[in-house]
């Protein structure tokens, strides 16, 4: 049997990146999955290969009339819904200090990371409810814990909010059998990452704040994800989990 048997899962941003792992990780053990992304043909082709067990949905997190459809996807495909994985999310290279904010850059990195994980939750928690509970798990970042001497100031406020928005919710629908969390990855090895940090002195003075000696990597993400929304999680409620390599309790 695998962990997630009996799971109908709504991932975002499962285009790409820890989504589409994540999609392939649930699919592997157990769950019925619909895969979301805002590039249909990304979505596609995460669920290619996954059999009549996935479905993929093209999605803009911050409309909320898609929002509504990919829920009602997931319900009228597969009759309920009882994990929702709020992964999309995006970092602009250009975010920098608020001294140096462009507006535009805010604005966006606000409506996908913030407001399209509040849509999520609206469309999303109602059926969870319905089916009689379930898992709402949500990506924030360690920056949302504590400062960072590169300032990604709109990167960082917004999943702070995350975080405070997971508790909120934790308090609000745990009595309905709702429990929702918050993973706050470190850095994780991605190509934009290894586009970042080009320079070689700046990956180095990066992984010198990694107690573990390397960067993170989408499978140190995906499977806490798994635990999260299988049945081991029902009284993990509310947590903002750091799978961050030791970056967040390094003094130096």
């Known amino acids: ?16 990146g820890m989504g589409r792992l994540a999609a392939r ?22 669920v290619a290969d996954l059999g009549e067990r996935a479905v993929a949905v093209a999605a803009d997190v911050t409309r909320e009339a898609d929002v509504a459809r990919m829920v009602s996807t997931a319900v009228d495909r597969f ?13 602009d290279q250009a975010d920098e200090s608020v001294l140096t904010m462009d507006e535009a850059v ?16 609206k469309h999303g928690i109602p059926e969870l409810i319905r089916a009689g509970g379930g898992s709402v798990i949500n990506i924030a970042s360690f920056v949302a814990l504590m400062g960072c001497t590169v300032p990604q100031d709109a990167y960082t406020a917004s999943k702070g909010a995350v975080v405070s928005l997971t508790r909120s919710l934790a308090v609000q629908f745990g009595p309905q059998g709702v429990r929702a969390n918050a993973i706050c990855p470190g850095p994780i090895e991605t190509p934009l990452l290894r586009d970042l940090l080009k320079d070689e002195n700046k990956r180095r003075v990066r992984l010198s704040r990694v107690p573990m000696g390397r960067f993170g990597q989408p499978e140190d993400v995906v499977s806490l994800s798994v635990y999260l929304a299988s049945d081991e999680s029902t009284w993990t409620n509310g947590a903002a989990l750091v799978v961050d390599g030791g970056i967040s309790v390094n003094y130096f």
């Not at 049997?1 to 790409?16: C, E, H, P, W, Y």
Request: glycine fraction near 12%; charge should be neutral.
């Open 1 to 16: 049997m695998g962990r997630l048997d009996g799971k109908v899962a709504l991932i975002t941003g499962a285009g790409s």
């Open 25 to 46: 990780a649930f699919v592997d053990e157990g769950a019925l999955v619909v895969a979301c992304d805002l590039k249909e043909a990304a979505a596609r082709e995460t």
């Open 79 to 91: 009759g309920r819904l009882t994990v929702l994985y709020n992964n999309a999310g995006i970092f």
């Open 106 to 121: 805010w604005d966006r990195t606000m409506a996908i990371n913030v407001k399209g994980v509040a849509f999520c939750c």
